[in-house]
């Protein structure tokens, strides 16, 4: 998984200097040292989950991380790295109520 955070670094970064900030926060201090090592295809749903689930963050905090390792996942799909399939860490919808009792969606 190296090489994909590697890329991301060098073509795919954010162009605002805060947006690449929080970026490179993300991937070197949640995403790398975890599972910069894996070769991609042993990177699999479930074990990202169960991680994620055991960070002592926020929920916030949770889903930049996901949605970083999803970006990853496109990434290395867009490139041929693995087989393009439906990104198992794209952020599902769910219903949720609102306060106002209207039924809305929830991204996660």
């Given at each position: 998984m190296v090489a994909v955070i590697d890329?991301?670094?060098?073509d795919e970064m954010a162009e605002r200097p805060k947006s690449r900030q929080n970026y490179r926060l993300l991937l070197e201090r949640h995403i790398r040292p975890t599972w910069g090592t894996k070769v991609l295809s042993d990177v699999?749903?479930?074990?990202v989950e169960i991680w994620l689930r055991e960070m002592q963050y926020?929920?916030?905090?949770k889903r930049h991380i996901k949605s970083m390792v999803f970006r990853l996942f496109e990434l290395a799909m867009k490139r041929g790295w693995i087989e393009v399939q439906k990104n198992a860490y794209e952020p599902c919808e769910r219903q949720?109520?609102?306060e106002s009792g209207r039924k809305g969606r929830a991204h996660t």
């Open positions: 890329v991301y670094f060098r699999q749903p479930y074990g926020s929920p916030e905090t949720r109520q609102n």
